[in-house]
Each structure stands twice: as structure tokens, then as C-alpha cells.
């Protein structure tokens, strides 16, 4: 061995220990930042005063997993804003947990700060609201003015109370796409469809400039599906005669001009509140029920974040069942890969699947549904992970909330039950592939494209390239394998003919409560429901613990993402980043479709995807311009 050579290997074996030793005086050093950020922020566990009111101020939109990053989550807190978005299982266990709570003499529901939410979600909120109330406990709403979907969750109080200057707006739903084929047709792209659904509409918005005649139809059975459930429970709960609320929306200018135009007024001969009161009043008559804080001079009382932080405290300290009843949540699009909080992914809601499937601890799975589907491949990764699960001998129940639709109801087609809410949307079970190609842009700006290939089909996929015929028969081909596939796999789950699936199935949209006349869903009821259900498959009892399962990060990702999230919280404190300006949250939702578009990325290019954004009326947005000083 030469001099040289002896050189180089001494010197990269001394290269590498120097490297390794970086790395881990590199994390060191992250761990040490680490624990004195988390040390600067720590908050003790709360201590609750003998009577309190539990005060519920949901912010932002509610949700089965939190979607946003650390980042933005930190910095809307900082910012002083509300947060983007409140677990909805935290909402409901801090519920049930003050119902049989001997310090918490009521709860105070403030959905002022509350987004546009799936009604399914409010229902199940609402549920809760009136199992705590049938304790004999009082619940108190209070508020500026309700929107259509903050009006839902107040309704389910026994009291509402609204300001004197304030209003109810009440607008029923409505389903309004933007259709592209103008800008499409002038840009002189062509958008290659292939599908198969005559109500899978997802690419009508490029080859059509008006909503089909088919999509009206299907869009209109499950509009009113929901409206007519937003109608019973409000009325129920404030025991209104049928028709009230549609007579309050279609009746409102008239009514309005007859009270000079006093909304809050009309709220109350309405019968929709129970009294026009200023928060200050309500809370001044709250001192005399719970006591007061000297502190704040306002009642006794403590937030849910508190509350909670009080109540899995205490929960760490008492012995639990070794039977425990796993909760997967499969909330947003589903996506090839590894996906974070707030999409599904194939691979890692797969391992997470197969990871209680070898956990003894677990009985029964209860798959949490909250998606519009996407990529085909995907959802088929996760499919085989529940046919695993009962191949195991381990129950799996779904429980659907907002949205379970294409893709989403093809990871639910295979459990042993499925539970829907009555305004669930579902079905769209349909396959779609869309190819854009720009060769006619192109040309308008004088670009051509020429050359050779070795076959007819060779260069054919290519996008400055029209798509030849032999390629677009193959592709077709490969959407009608994909939808016959998913017939049989709705078929084989739910015991039906294939033929019997396809005369419902077709991309049509369902409302959860025809979804279950039609045999899709088993049971109309919650995730309690269903986690019951598969308590009882797997003889559990009603002794049994509910573990969350999630995707395991590795100890670098969370430090990462903690570090990231405090250190962020306190840069924008200190003014070093600016907060978020009003025009990006406007503009969000448009980019967060945009992106949405972009990350479907399925190997055969097949989605099962359904764009049915549920409507819960007017934006807080479009709201607040009603509601500004008179």
C-alpha cells in the first residue's frame, strides 16, 4: 500500500470521528436549547377554585388532527390571533369530563372566535352539549352575533344571549364552484379527462363554464339533506314550530324593515335567543352563581386548555384497562408516502394500521374518516391494512365525520361496521385521471415540438405534446380498471353485487342518512358510537380505554418541530418576525386549494377524489361586514 493511499484512509477515518462527534455535539446542544425554551414556557397544571364555569371558545375551524405546521400554529399564537384550528376530541372529552365534575357549576360557550366547521362536527358537539345539560347543569351561550354555523353550536344551550347591536345571520347552503373552461379555452391548454362516474364532476370545472344537470341534481339531494338537519336540531333545541328558521331567511327583509331594521330584535320575537345582553351583563350575573375572580373581577372560570390540562393530570395517576380500543385518524387528502398531521398518507397511515394490528394492548380499531379521498394507490395501501386488521381477528369500525367521500369511502369499505353522521357526505365513488398539455400555448408564442421515437406511444405523455390516440385509450382503459376495482372492493365489504354497488355509486354524492338507507353505512351516530361498536365486537365491555394512535416521528423530527414552534412563538413576540397580515389569511384558502392540486401525485395518475367542500354559510369574513357599528 502506497504512502498516499495509508494518508487518505488515516485522514478520512480522522474526518469521520470529527464528523460524528459534530453531530452529537450537535444534538446535544439542540436537546440543551430544547429543554431551556420548553423550561422558559412551561406552565403548572392549573388549579381550579371550588366552583368554576367551564368556558368553551373554539377558535378557528374544528378539527379531527391539526392540519397546520408548528410554525404557523406558534405564530398565531403569538400574534395574539385566534388559533386556526381546535380539536374537536378535545372539545368533546373536556365536556364529558365536567359533566360529572363537581366544581363546574355551567359552561359558557363563546364561538365567537369559531371558523366555518363541517356540520357534522357541530353535531356531535351538540350531542355532548345536551348530555351535559341532562345533568341538571346549565349551559350559557354568549355572543356578539351568530353566523349560520356559530348559531348552530348556541342553539344547543339552554341559554343564548346576544348583544344588544348584535344579529343572528341565518342563509341555509349553498354549492358554488369556479368552472375554468374560459380561461382554460383562451390560455389554449388542453386538459385531457379521463373518468368514469356520469356524477363524478371533479373535472367539470375544466371542460364546462355552468354546473352540469347531473351535479345540480345530486348537489341539490344532499343540500338539502343538510339543511333540513340543521333545521330539525336548531328548532328542537329551541323548540321553534317547524318551518321557523326557513321562514326567518326567506321572510327577512320584510321582518327587518318592520323592527326599523334592529336584528337583534328580531333575533329575539324570533325566539331564536333567549335575551339581549352585553357580555359584561352576563358575566356580572355569572359572580353570584360561581363566585368572583378578584384577579380579573369577572366569575370564576377556566378555559378548556386548562381544564383539560387539569383532567389528563389526574388521568395519568389512575390505572387503566390493559383492553384498549386504538383510534386512527385519517383526516385530508390522501397522498402517496409519508404525509404529516393533516393528510393521509399511504405508507404512514398504513404503518400506524399495521403497527396495532402486532399491539397487544389494542382489541379493536375505530378509523376516523375525515377525507375527500385523492390518490387511488394510496388508499388501496390502507385498505389492505384493514382487511389485515380483521385477518388478525381485530374488529374495525368507521366512524365518518364531515366528509368520506371516493377515496375516503374506499379506505371504510372493507371494516366490519360503518358509522356516518345523518350529515356526513360520502359515496363519489368514481375514478378520474386529468393530463394538461400546453403544445397549442406554446404555439401562440411561436414554440414547436418535433422529433422521433422508437414507438407509436413513445414521448406521447409528454406535456408541450397532444396525447396520441393509442395513449388515450390505454389511459381510459386504466380509469375503467380502477373504478371496476373499486365496485368490487364496496362489493365484497358490504356484501352486494357489484351491479347493486354501481347503480348508487357512479361518482354520486350521498348525504350520510340516505348513505344509510342506501346499505353504504351500517349506523347514523358519532365516534363514540363507533368506538362503543368496537368495544362490543372485540367483548371489551364498557371497561375499555381509548388510545389515539398516530404516526411515530423520529426523536429529530420532534425536537425539530418543537424547537421550530417555541422559538418561533418568541421571535414574533419580540417583533423579529411580523405576524400574519389580514390578505394572506384572506388569500389562504385559494392557495391551500392550489397546493392541494399540486401534492395529488398518484403513481398510475388515478384519483378517487371528491371535491365537496361542505357548506356551513356565509365566511366570518363576509360575516363581520354585516356586523360592523351602526
Given at each position: 500500500?502506497s504512502?498516499?493511499?495509508?494518508?487518505?484512509?488515516?485522514?478520512?477515518?480522522?474526518?469521520?470521528?470529527?464528523?460524528?462527534?459534530?453531530?452529537?455535539?450537535?444534538?446535544?446542544?439542540?436537546?440543551?436549547?430544547f429543554?431551556?425554551?420548553?423550561?422558559?414556557?412551561?406552565?403548572?397544571?392549573?388549579?381550579?377554585?371550588?366552583?368554576?364555569?367551564?368556558?368553551?371558545?373554539?377558535?378557528g375551524?374544528?378539527?379531527?388532527?391539526?392540519?397546520?405546521?408548528?410554525?404557523?400554529?406558534?405564530?398565531?399564537?403569538?400574534?395574539g390571533?385566534?388559533?386556526?384550528?381546535?380539536?374537536?376530541?378535545?372539545?368533546?372529552?373536556?365536556?364529558?369530563?365536567?359533566?360529572?365534575?363537581?366544581?363546574?357549576?355551567?359552561?359558557?360557550?363563546?364561538?365567537?372566535?369559531?371558523?366555518?366547521?363541517?356540520?357534522?362536527?357541530?353535531?356531535?358537539?351538540?350531542a355532548?352539549?345536551?348530555?351535559f345539560?341532562?345533568?341538571?347543569?346549565?349551559?350559557?351561550?354568549?355572543?356578539?352575533?351568530?353566523?349560520?354555523?356559530?348559531?348552530?353550536?348556541?342553539?344547543?344551550?339552554?341559554?343564548?344571549?346576544?348583544?344588544?347591536?348584535?344579529?343572528?345571520?341565518?342563509?341555509?347552503?349553498?354549492?358554488?364552484?369556479?368552472?375554468?373552461?374560459?380561461?382554460?379555452?383562451?390560455?389554449?391548454?388542453?386538459?385531457?379527462?379521463?373518468?368514469?362516474?356520469?356524477?363524478?364532476?371533479?373535472?367539470?370545472?375544466?371542460?364546462?363554464?355552468d354546473?352540469?344537470?347531473?351535479?345540480?341534481?345530486?348537489?341539490?339531494?344532499?343540500?338539502?339533506?343538510?339543511?333540513?338537519?340543521?333545521?330539525?336540531?336548531?328548532?328542537?333545541?329551541?323548540?321553534?314550530?317547524?318551518?321557523?328558521?326557513?321562514?326567518?331567511?326567506?321572510?327577512?327583509?320584510?321582518?327587518?324593515?318592520?323592527?326599523?331594521?334592529?336584528?337583534?330584535?328580531?333575533?329575539?320575537?324570533?325566539?331564536?335567543?333567549?335575551?339581549l345582553?352585553?357580555?359584561?351583563?352576563?358575566?356580572?350575573?355569572?359572580?353570584?352563581?360561581?363566585?368572583?375572580?378578584?384577579?380579573?373581577?369577572?366569575?370564576?372560570?377556566?378555559?378548556?386548555?386548562?381544564?383539560?390540562?387539569?383532567?389528563?393530570?389526574?388521568?395519568?395517576?389512575?390505572?387503566?384497562?390493559?383492553?384498549?380500543?386504538?383510534?386512527?385518524?385519517?383526516?385530508?387528502?390522501?397522498?402517496?408516502?409519508?404525509?404529516?398531521?393533516?393528510?393521509?398518507?399511504?405508507?404512514?397511515?398504513?404503518?400506524?394500521?399495521?403497527?396495532?394490528?402486532?399491539?397487544?394492548?389494542?382489541?379493536?380499531?375505530?378509523?376516523?374518516?375525515?377525507?375527500?379521498?385523492?390518490?387511488?394507490?394510496?388508499?388501496?395501501?390502507?385498505?389492505?391494512?384493514?382487511?389485515?386488521?380483521?385477518?388478525?381477528?381485530?374488529?374495525?369500525?368507521?366512524?365518518?365525520?364531515?366528509?368520506?367521500?371516493?377515496?375516503?369511502?374506499?379506505?371504510?369499505?372493507?371494516?366490519?361496521q360503518?358509522?356516518?353522521?345523518?350529515?356526513?357526505?360520502t359515496?363519489?365513488i368514481?375514478?378520474?385521471?386529468?393530463?394538461?398539455?400546453?403544445?397549442?400555448?406554446?404555439?401562440?408564442?411561436?414554440?414547436?415540438?418535433?422529433?422521433?421515437?422508437?414507438?407509436?406511444?413513445?414521448?406521447?405523455?409528454?406535456?408541450?405534446?397532444?396525447?396520441?390516440?393509442?395513449?388515450?385509450?390505454?389511459?381510459?382503459?386504466?380509469v375503467?380498471?380502477?373504478?371496476?376495482?373499486?365496485?368490487?372492493?364496496?362489493?365484497?365489504?358490504?356484501?352486494?353485487?357489484?351491479?347493486?354497488?354501481?347503480?348508487?355509486?357512479?361518482?354520486?354524492?350521498?348525504?350520510?342518512?340516505?348513505?344509510?338507507?342506501?346499505?353504504?353505512?351500517?349506523?347514523?351516530?358519532?365516534l363514540?358510537?363507533?368506538?362503543?361498536?368496537?368495544?362490543?365486537?372485540?367483548d371489551?365491555?364498557?371497561?375499555?380505554?381509548?388510545?389515539?394512535?398516530?404516526?411515530?416521528?423520529?426523536?429529530?423530527?420532534?425536537l425539530?418541530?418543537?424547537?421550530?414552534?417555541?422559538?418561533?412563538?418568541?421571535?414574533?413576540?419580540?417583533?423579529?418576525?411580523?405576524?400574519?397580515?389580514?390578505?394572506?389569511?384572506?388569500?389562504?384558502?385559494?392557495?391551500?386549494?392550489?397546493?392541494?392540486?399540486?401534492?395529488?401525485?398518484?403513481?398510475?395518475?388515478?384519483?378517487?377524489?371528491?371535491?365537496?367542500?361542505?357548506?356551513?354559510?356565509?365566511?366570518?369574513t363576509?360575516?363581520?361586514?354585516?356586523?360592523?357599528?351602526?
Open positions: 500500500m504512502l498516499r493511499s495509508s494518508l487518505s484512509g488515516l485522514f478520512g477515518l480522522v474526518w469521520r470521528i470529527l464528523d460524528g462527534i459534530r453531530k452529537a455535539l450537535h444534538l446535544a446542544l439542540l436537546l440543551i436549547i429543554g431551556f425554551v420548553l423550561a422558559l414556557l412551561h406552565e403548572a397544571v392549573p388549579k381550579l377554585p371550588g366552583t368554576a364555569a367551564l368556558v368553551l371558545a373554539p377558535e375551524a374544528l378539527v379531527e388532527e391539526l392540519s397546520t405546521d408548528a410554525v404557523r400554529r406558534a405564530i398565531g399564537q403569538a400574534s390571533g385566534p388559533s386556526p384550528e381546535t380539536l374537536l376530541p378535545d372539545v368533546l372529552e373536556s365536556i364529558a369530563a365536567a359533566k360529572t365534575d363537581s366544581r363546574i357549576k355551567l359552561i359558557v360557550l363563546d364561538v365567537g372566535s369559531l371558523d366555518a366547521s363541517g356540520l357534522s362536527k357541530l353535531q356531535e358537539i351538540g355532548a352539549l345536551r348530555d345539560r341532562a345533568s341538571g347543569k346549565r349551559v350559557v351561550a354568549v355572543g356578539d352575533y351568530f353566523d349560520q354555523g356559530r348559531y348552530y353550536l348556541a342553539a344547543q344551550a339552554g341559554e343564548v344571549y346576544l348583544d344588544p347591536l348584535g344579529l343572528v345571520y341565518i342563509d341555509g347552503f349553498s354549492y358554488y364552484r369556479m368552472f375554468l373552461k374560459g380561461a382554460v379555452d383562451k390560455l389554449a391548454v388542453d386538459i385531457n379527462v379521463f373518468k368514469v362516474g356520469t356524477y363524478k364532476s371533479f373535472t367539470d370545472q375544466f371542460s364546462r363554464s354546473m352540469s344537470p347531473t351535479e345540480r341534481e345530486e348537489s341539490s339531494v344532499w343540500l338539502n339533506a343538510l339543511w333540513n338537519a340543521y333545521q330539525q336540531d336548531v328548532t328542537r333545541a329551541r323548540s321553534l314550530p317547524a318551518g321557523a328558521l326557513n321562514d326567518y331567511v326567506t321572510q327577512a327583509p320584510a321582518a327587518l324593515a318592520a323592527v326599523n331594521g334592529d336584528a337583534a330584535k328580531l333575533a329575539l320575537q324570533r325566539g331564536l335567543v333567549t335575551a345582553k352585553s357580555r359584561r351583563q352576563v358575566a356580572d350575573e355569572l359572580k353570584t352563581l360561581v363566585g368572583e375572580d378578584s384577579s380579573s373581577h369577572s366569575f370564576n372560570q377556566v378555559s378548556m386548555h386548562e381544564y383539560l390540562s387539569v383532567v389528563r393530570t389526574k388521568k395519568k395517576f389512575k390505572s387503566g384497562s390493559d383492553a384498549h380500543v386504538g383510534i386512527v385518524v385519517a383526516a385530508g387528502d390522501i397522498m402517496d408516502g409519508h404525509q404529516g398531521p393533516g393528510a393521509v398518507g399511504g405508507e404512514s397511515t398504513s404503518e400506524v394500521l399495521r403497527d396495532a394490528r402486532y399491539d397487544e394492548s389494542i382489541k379493536a380499531v375505530v378509523l376516523r374518516v375525515d377525507s375527500p379521498g385523492g390518490s387511488m394507490f394510496a388508499s388501496e395501501q390502507i385498505l389492505r391494512e384493514v382487511q389485515n386488521l380483521r385477518k388478525a381477528g381485530k374488529p374495525v369500525v368507521v366512524s365518518m365525520s364531515s366528509y368520506a367521500a371516493s377515496g375516503g369511502y374506499y379506505i371504510a369499505a372493507a371494516a366490519n360503518i358509522y356516518a353522521s345523518p350529515t356526513t357526505i359515496g363519489s368514481g375514478v378520474f385521471a386529468v393530463i394538461p398539455t400546453f403544445q397549442r400555448t406554446l404555439e401562440k408564442f411561436g414554440v414547436t415540438v418535433d422529433g422521433v421515437g422508437t414507438t407509436p406511444m413513445a414521448g406521447d405523455l409528454r406535456l408541450d405534446r397532444a396525447i396520441g390516440e393509442n395513449s388515450r385509450k390505454l389511459l381510459q382503459l386504466g375503467e380498471n380502477a373504478y371496476s376495482l373499486f365496485l368490487q372492493r364496496v362489493a365484497d365489504g358490504r356484501k352486494k353485487s357489484v351491479d347493486e354497488v354501481d347503480r348508487i355509486a357512479q361518482g354520486r354524492v350521498w348525504a350520510g342518512v340516505d348513505a344509510q338507507r342506501l346499505g353504504l353505512v351500517d349506523h347514523l351516530g358519532g363514540k358510537d363507533a368506538s362503543d361498536a368496537a368495544a362490543k365486537l372485540a371489551l365491555g364498557s371497561d375499555y380505554d381509548v388510545e389515539y394512535l398516530h404516526p411515530d416521528l423520529t426523536l429529530r423530527e420532534e425539530l418541530t418543537q424547537l421550530r414552534s417555541e422559538t418561533t412563538r418568541l421571535a414574533v413576540k419580540a417583533g423579529l418576525i411580523p405576524a400574519v397580515s389580514p390578505l394572506a389569511q384572506a388569500l389562504d384558502p385559494l392557495l391551500a386549494q392550489a397546493r392541494k392540486i399540486s401534492r395529488l401525485q398518484d403513481p398510475r395518475g388515478l384519483y378517487a377524489y371528491c371535491w365537496c367542500q361542505e357548506p356551513i354559510g356565509s365566511s366570518a363576509a360575516f363581520k361586514a354585516l356586523t360592523s357599528p351602526r
